[in-house]
């Protein structure tokens, strides 16, 4: 066994109940960091796939001849407008929508699919209507996001998990420290460079990111198995029916959790500036 | 073998500590450096071992000048120079694994590391107490650890600060005796005291540190 790996047993043998309980919390917090970020890309928004949702509501354009007199236009309009199933009503001219045709047309949103379809038969029967082209309504939330409460519990998780991760990793450190002050005092007079002690305790720094964030991959993998091994999985975990994309969240999870490791071991680091290390009183 | 000459130091208040400070040691010579409290004896071993920056004048150990040392030609004298701090207190393990503790990081494997800690506890005669923990030991005792500590991984010099600190008069004599058998002619020893002396001090080259300069006794 070379020096280091004998100092880093060493100062992992330097590891008691409380220093203990401070570095398995701070690992669980970092996972728990690692964990909502994985979420960004793994939850499907809710609303997306609200099963209660009513499929779009269609517009309904009804083109008008253009032997119409404006007179039999406005009366058309007024009682198409008084009519329950509409929702709104405009009147356009016929090439704002097409460029060959001619005429005029008017836009109806029906209130439902089921007032739609009665408008549809309606209009069918009037006089002057010359063709009518049902149109999908284009969904604001095509592109599912999640909504802004959503993201800002998301990230006020983010913060929360990561900063007590490095306040309780800070703690962990100074029991830890204060146990093997004694080592670093004669590691240093012996002529032991501070910079190799101060590598041990980074060293332990990343141990905790790597040991966290191998659990988030182990974790992530399980709710990968479980999703689809269902018949029918879960929508809200639909993200994590990819293997892929589990591979990839994965990877960046570890590379996430070994750079935050490697920065709570460097704020433990720095702890070892005090005076209570100096070999000499 | 140490050469120091126009030594100053002052702390960052600006008192000065040690002014035109001139010493030279012998190989092999066992020197007792001598002074009241606060006199800037430990300082001075804190420079010759090179754990305190110098500010001003030359320090030769070895041939080599401490205050232009690089940081790696530093940590490589601090390796062959086996200190004893003022008020040293052990590590929290047995007597035998401080020893081996100090061995191990030095770069020795296990039973390297062993053999040697078993000779050192033998010289400084504390092979009976070897599994005992070491913050349990006498006063004597813990001196003798601080001593085996500082002795085993075979330095070119050994600077002990205060070993006589708190212990009866006949513990000062066997620590007095331990050094000069150790001492025996070939290791280079330096002893910084405030007193009280062992009658086999008597027989060593004493010089005191007074008003920040050295003066022969």
């Known amino acids: ?281 | 073998m140490i050469q120091v000459s126009e030594l100053h130091f002052s702390t960052e208040d600006g008192v000065k500590v040690l002014e035109d400070v001139h010493l030279h040691v012998e190989q092999g010579e066992l020197l007792y450096l001598v002074g009241p409290a606060a006199s800037g004896k430990s300082l001075l071993l804190g420079l010759l071992a090179a754990q305190t920056p110098p500010q001003r004048g030359q320090i030769l150990v070895h041939g080599r000048n401490v205050v232009r040392l690089g940081t790696e030609k530093v940590l490589e004298l601090r390796r062959r120079i086996g200190f004893l701090p003022q008020g040293y207190l052990p590590l929290a393990r047995t007597v035998h694994d401080n020893v081996v503790f100090k061995l191990r990081a030095l770069g020795d494997y296990r039973e390297q590391a062993e053999e040697k800690a078993m000779l050192t506890l033998e010289t400084t005669g504390l092979l009976r107490q070897q599994q005992l923990d070491a913050q349990e030991l006498s006063s004597i005792d813990r001196i003798r650890l601080g001593i085996a500590i500082a002795l085993c991984h075979d330095p070119l010099l050994l600077l002990l600060d205060e070993p006589f600190e708190g212990l009866t008069e006949e513990e000062v004599e066997g620590i007095g005796n331990l050094l000069h058998r150790l001492h025996n002619g070939h290791l280079t020893m330096i002893v910084a005291t405030r007193g009280p002396l062992p009658r086999m001090a008597h027989e060593a080259r004493r010089v005191e540190l007074v008003d920040g300069g050295v003066r022969a006794r």
């Open chain 1, 1 to 281: 066994m070379n020096t280091s790996m004998f100092l880093f047993r060493e100062l992992l043998g330097a590891i008691r109940a409380k220093s203990a309980t401070y570095f398995a919390f701070a690992g669980l917090l970092l996972f728990l960091f690692l964990a909502v970020v994985a979420s960004f890309f793994l939850l499907t928004p809710v609303e997306a796939i609200d099963p209660d949702a009513q499929e779009p509501i269609e517009e309904i354009h009804a083109f008008l001849s253009p032997r119409l007199s404006s007179a039999t236009i406005d009366e058309r309009y007024l009682q198409l407008r008084e009519r329950v199933e509409v929702a709104s009503i405009q009147f356009r001219f016929a090439q704002e929508l097409n460029d060959s045709a001619s005429g005029g047309v008017f836009v109806v949103v029906p209130v439902s699919n089921e007032a739609a379809a009665r408008l549809m038969s309606e209009l069918a029967r009037t006089e002057g209507v010359t063709e009518i082209v049902e149109v999908a309504q284009q969904q604001a939330d095509d592109e599912a996001e999640f909504s802004l409460i959503v993201r800002i519990g998301l990230l006020c998780a983010l913060v929360l998990t990561i900063s007590g991760s490095f306040i309780l990793v800070r703690l962990g450190y100074r029991e830890l420290l204060e146990v093997f002050a004694g080592e670093v005092r004669m590691l240093r007079l012996s002529g032991i460079s501070p910079r190799s002690i101060s590598v041990l305790v980074v060293g332990f720094g990343l141990l905790i990111g790597v040991l966290a964030s191998v659990l988030h991959f182990v974790v992530i993998y399980l709710v990968h198995q479980i999703v689809v091994s269902q018949a029918s999985p879960w929508q809200v975990l639909e993200g994590a029916t990819r293997g892929w994309r589990i591979v990839g969240i994965g990877l960046v999870g570890i590379a996430l959790g070994s750079i935050l490791g490697g920065l709570m071991g460097l704020l433990g680091a720095s702890l070892l500036h005090a005076r209570d290390f100096d070999p000499l009183p």
